[in-house]
């Protein structure tokens, strides 16, 4: 079974700075790995996502992802954060073995970014 | 091109009433999913659905919930005889008939149990 684990519920930056929101994840076949954000009351919004090819992804807003397979983590990143980017942070797998597969998300981790 | 439509955005509902969430997914895509959101929590997988067809109906409660996608018209959630705990927020995902792509999320609907 596919599962993904956000082990940090909150991050907290200085604008500015460099962020990284964790992710790892469990599959048994291929991962296809996803990074949704989500602002009050509105949808998700795809960021980015890693399928094959190159492990560091690069995606909207800036926003950045590196896939470590041996570690099976999927980190987002952004070199300097914005006020703006403060928001919730989804990330998601889904078993690339199988078709259009249910995506599997994470707790979510809730960014805050501090001017 | 629109992207994934959900109506109503709200939905207030007194317990033992029914509730209809509609989806309508983006423009060339056959594939919904349904997912709930509880409060401070991620989202959870309900169906998925492709046109006429339930492919995957794992993760919706055996009782009082249905979901259907016919040949004409919006993906409907339905909710029979709603409970405070159905109270969540749930959105409508919809993806490409080809392709490894991303799912593309409607805004949601709100639904609070009175």
């Known amino acids: 079974a596919q599962s993904v684990a956000q082990p940090e519920d909150q991050v907290n930056v200085a604008e500015g700075n460099p962020l990284t929101v964790k992710c790892t994840y469990s599959?048994?076949?291929?991962?296809?790995l996803f990074w949704y954000v989500q602002y009050p009351n509105r949808g998700l919004q795809f960021l980015l996502k890693?399928?094959?090819?190159?492990?560091l992804v690069k995606g909207s807003y800036g926003f950045e992802a590196e896939f470590n397979k041996s570690q099976t983590s999927f980190h987002l990143k952004k070199p300097s954060a914005l006020v703006s980017d403060s928001a919730l942070y989804f990330c998601a797998v889904r078993d690339g073995v199988s078709g259009n597969t249910p995506l599997v998300f994470g707790k979510g981790t809730r960014l805050s970014v501090i001017a | 091109n629109a992207g994934v439509m959900q109506n109503p955005r709200h939905l207030v509902r007194r317990r033992g009433q029914e509730a209809r969430l509609r989806c309508s997914p983006m423009?060339?895509?056959?594939?919904v999913y349904w997912y709930r959101q509880l409060p401070e929590e991620g989202l959870k997988f309900m169906v998925y659905?492709?046109?006429?067809?339930?492919?995957?109906e794992s993760g919706m409660p055996k009782e009082r919930f249905s979901a259907e996608f016919p040949k004409e018209g919006p993906s409907i959630l339905r909710i029979q005889q709603v409970v405070r705990g159905d109270s969540a927020a749930y959105f409508c995902?919809?993806?490409?008939?080809?392709?490894?792509?991303?799912?593309?999320f409607g805004p949601g609907t709100r639904l609070t149990v009175t």
């Open positions: 995902a919809s993806s490409a008939r080809q392709g490894l792509g991303e799912q593309y």
């Open positions: 659905l492709q046109k006429e067809n339930i492919i995957d």
């Open positions: 423009k060339g895509h056959s594939h």
């Open positions: 599959v048994s076949g291929n991962p296809y």
């Open positions: 890693y399928i094959t090819g190159d492990n």
